[in-house]
């Protein structure tokens, strides 16, 4: 028997029906940030798991007393089955207990004694069976209070029925569809379920569309040159989050996922608005059957709430859900250098998925990190190599920065001596390099942090060779020659004084010092941009910059 494995990181708890409700509330329908993308022929990503609230309230308490009608005439349970979208399915409806009290106001329209919640499981009937969800029907009404150690749900003043959607394998729109014929099989009216009715504050706070990738090229994407430690690298969020993880433990599958919130999937995609996780993953214990298409890890994108702006997404936006992670997905899959077609050498099908392609509106750019690796690089060299006015407590700001990468005010200031209050100016001056977020200062993006440290650190270990060797190196002898004193930097700025020059100072000479620099194994960027000062005829001259010919 096959079976198809479950995220791994998807929590098996129940998570409170309406905990995502209000930001669906709060945020409107956003326009497709794709209009006008080309038409373009690709590989058809498979839906995975979803969860997410649809909301009745035209016809009130009615469903819920239909289910609560049923339920009784059968002694608390029934199961059926029925043929839906070409698949058998086995449905099973039975009561549970709830954590609400009943309606406390004598005027409320409906009486309650006690509080009962239901829930419909359905399951394909095939061999690998995860086909399958739940629907969970619960009351609402205003003012609802819970009982004991129950958490209160956040839906707003509605009277109606909250149904938890919970499930995998299924395209968004085929679940309400599928609500509808199980109501139908247990003799509700389905009526009540029609896609008209579904009400705004509806929302899905998980969904994710995947590819299986033949194993022999899931390196492209996860190794050291792929997209997905580029993207952690290199995507920098305004104040935001991003992750790297990779479990390669013994005792389960490998795991890589790269996070994005919203103010980073912007910045790999224009338009992108939703946080999303970005992950290629084994199951727990795959085969070592290559001709088990579970040999085979899952590329994935999907939404995630907890770094999205605006939290969950409304049902409404579905669409814009589903455009962003599949057009993600192909954009992921283009930049590890993979067909983007259904090329059965990249492409594994499985119960699920069909390596097949199709053709839809989506855009396929290139690689952006290169490009913000450049910026980033231009802003470390404008911020620390060639700044003029980067000054003390910057520079002793961003060595205590280098030791770990995050750092509280508080400790900032202990370990420079300065003020908090001098601590938050180098940030405010500094903030192309450093954000500060939730009490935290880290730099803003992981590159940007590995870049200050090689720059921090290169200019002094490299007078400390020299230093070390007797003066016996290209760029030692030049020193030596010139009569130059070279001050031993912790900031990464060179500086050397010539004293008095004859001529001031000569390109050649410049040009002479470069080549002894990288001669002794030293960067050669490092040099190139920087400023030399000198007087002549009374005058401050400035040579900027220090370029090759």
Not at 327 to 346: C, F, K, M, Q, Y
Not at 503 to 525: F, K, M, T
């Amino acid at each position: 028997m096959q079976h198809i494995e479950s995220d791994p990181d998807r929590s098996t708890g129940d998570q409170p029906a309406d905990d995502s409700i209000q930001s669906a509330i709060d945020s409107g329908s956003t326009d497709d940030p794709a209009g006008g993308s080309d038409q373009l022929t690709a590989i058809d990503p498979a839906p995975h798991e979803l969860s997410g609230n649809l909301i009745f309230t035209a016809d009130t308490l009615r469903p819920y007393f239909a289910f609560d009608s049923v339920v009784k005439d059968v002694d608390g349970a029934e199961s059926t089955t029925i043929d839906f979208d070409g698949d058998r399915y086995e449905l099973q409806l039975y009561h549970e207990q709830s954590g609400l009290k009943p309606p406390a106001d004598p005027d409320f329209d409906f009486r309650l004694e006690s509080v009962r919640e239901f829930r419909i499981k359905f399951k394909i009937q095939d061999d690998v069976g995860q086909k399958s969800g739940s629907f969970h029907i619960a009351p609402r009404w205003p003012d609802m209070e819970s009982k004991g150690d129950s958490p209160t749900p956040s839906t707003p003043d509605i009277t109606g029925v909250n149904i938890r959607v919970d499930g995998s394998n299924l395209a968004i729109d085929k679940y309400s569809e599928l609500l509808r014929q199980a109501a139908d099989a247990f003799d509700i009216n389905s009526g009540y379920f029609a896609d008209s009715k579904i009400h705004r504050y509806s929302n899905i706070w998980q969904f994710e569309y995947y590819v299986r990738i033949n194993r022999d090229r899931a390196d492209r994407i996860t190794g050291s040159g792929g997209p997905l430690r580029r993207i952690f690298h290199h995507v920098e969020s305004d104040g935001g989050f991003r992750e790297l993880r990779e479990d390669n433990r013994d005792s389960g599958g490998d795991h890589h996922r790269v996070q994005v919130d919203s103010d980073g999937a912007g910045k790999l995609l224009a338009g992108h608005e939703l946080g999303k996780k970005i992950k290629l993953y084994d199951p727990k214990h795959p085969p070592s059957n290559a001709d088990n298409p579970l040999y085979h890890p899952k590329l994935g994108v999907s939404l995630k709430t907890n770094i999205n702006a605006n939290g969950s997404v409304p049902w409404r936006d579905r669409a814009r859900l589903e455009r962003e992670c599949d057009e993600l997905l192909l954009n992921i899959l283009s930049w590890s250098g993979l067909s983007t077609r259904a090329d059965p050498s990249v492409y594994i099908s499985d119960a699920y998925f069909d390596a097949t392609e199709s053709t839809r509106s989506r855009r396929l750019i290139d690689d952006p990190t290169p490009a913000i690796k450049r910026k980033q690089e231009t802003v470390v060299i404008d911020g620390l190599t060639a700044n003029p006015d980067l000054n003390e407590s910057d520079r002793d700001t961003l060595v205590a920065m280098t030791d770990g990468g995050t750092a509280t005010p508080d400790d900032l200031a202990d370990e420079t001596g300065y003020s908090k209050r001098t601590v938050y100016r180098v940030i405010d001056r500094l903030e192309d390099i450093l954000r500060s977020r939730a009490g935290f200062v880290e730099f803003a993006s992981e590159y940007l942090a590995d870049t200050v440290r090689s720059t921090l650190a290169g200019a002094k270990e490299a007078i400390e060779r020299d230093n070390s060797n007797g003066g016996t190196s290209p760029w030692k002898r030049f020193v030596n020659a010139h009569g130059v004193d070279v001050d031993n930097p912790t900031d990464g700025r060179l500086k050397l004084r010539f004293g008095r020059l004859s001529g001031g100072v000569d390109r050649d000479l410049i040009e002479a010092g470069l080549r002894a620099w990288i001669d002794s194994g030293r960067n050669r960027r490092r040099f190139e941009y920087g400023k030399a000062r000198w007087e002549s005829d009374g005058r401050m001259c400035v040579r900027t910059p220090l370029l090759p010919r």
